[in-house]
C-alpha cells in the first residue's frame, strides 16, 4: 500500500457553535492519489484547505500531511507585489533551480523573462501559471490546488491538469474545482461536501 500524504481523521469544525461545516469528516489521500472536493458556494471548500495549512484549528480531529504546497484561486494574491517571480520562488526554494527550468517552462507556456518581472506585469493566467511553477518546483507530498469559481481566464486548463498529473508518482493532489466534467476526468474520488458532512 502507497504512503499516505494526507490523512484527516475525525474532523469537526465550526465558525459559530453548534454551526458545524465539518462533523466527524475523514479523508485519506496517497501518494500516486488526485481526490477532488466538490460542493456548492458556501459548503466549505476553502475552509477545509484552510484547516489543512494550519491556518484554521478544528476543534476536534486531527489532521497528519506531508510537505505541502498550494496553487490558490487568486494568483494575485499569492505573490508579493514589490519583487520579481524569480527572487520570490528563490525566497521559497532556498536552492539554484534554473537547471531545471528549461524542461518545465514551455510545459507551462511561460518563458524564462517572465519570471523578471514583477507580478503586475503578468497576466492573471501567466500568474497562476507561476503559482504552479512555484508549486511544482517545491516537489511537495501532497499539493492542494484550489481552482477560481469564476475568473474564467485563470481556470486551469486540460493541458495544465494533464501536467500536474503526470507530477502523481511523486505526490498526491487534492483538488477543489468546480467543473465537474474535469473532476470526473481526473480523479480517483469525489468527494461531495454537503451541509457539515
Ligand atoms: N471567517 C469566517 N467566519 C465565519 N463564517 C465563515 C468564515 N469563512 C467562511 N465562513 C462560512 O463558512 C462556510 C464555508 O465557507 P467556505 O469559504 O469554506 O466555502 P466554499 O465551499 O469554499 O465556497 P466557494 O465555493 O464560494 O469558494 C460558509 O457558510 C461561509 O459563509
Known amino acids: 500500500m502507497s504512503e499516505n500524504v494526507l490523512k484527516v481523521k475525525d474532523l469537526d469544525f465550526f465558525y459559530k457553535k453548534n454551526n458545524f461545516i465539518f462533523k466527524d469528516f475523514n479523508l485519506e489521500l496517497k501518494k500516486g492519489e488526485l481526490k477532488t472536493i466538490f460542493g456548492k458556494s458556501g459548503s466549505g471548500k476553502t475552509t ?3 484547516l489543512i495549512l ?3 484549528k478544528a476543534q476536534k480531529g486531527e489532521i497528519v500531511k506531508g510537505k505541502t504546497a498550494i496553487i490558490f484561486q487568486d494568483p494575485f494574491g499569492s505573490f508579493h507585489p514589490t519583487y520579481t517571480i524569480f527572487e520570490q520562488i528563490k525566497d521559497v526554494l532556498k ?3 534554473k537547471g531545471e527550468l528549461d524542461n518545465i517552462l514551455p510545459k507551462l507556456s511561460l518563458e524564462m ?3 523578471y518581472k514583477k507580478p503586475y506585469e503578468l497576466s492573471g493566467g501567466q500568474l497562476q501559471r507561476c503559482s504552479i511553477l512555484r508549486a511544482i518546483l517545491l516537489k511537495p507530498d501532497l499539493l492542494l490546488v484550489d481552482e477560481p469559481t469564476s475568473a474564467l481566464d485563470n481556470i486551469i486548463s486540460y493541458e495544465t ?5 503526470g507530477l502523481l508518482d ?7 474545482t468546480h467543473d465537474i466534467d474535469m473532476a470526473k476526468w481526473c480523479s480517483n474520488e469525489i468527494i461531495r461536501l454537503e451541509d457539515g458532512k
Open 170 to 176: 511523486s505526490c498526491g493532489i487534492l483538488l477543489v
Open 95 to 97: 536552492r539554484d533551480f
Open 48 to 50: 477545509l484547505f484552510e
Open 161 to 165: 491538469m494533464k501536467l500536474l498529473v
Open 113 to 115: 523573462e517572465l519570471l
Open 54 to 56: 494550519g491556518n484554521l
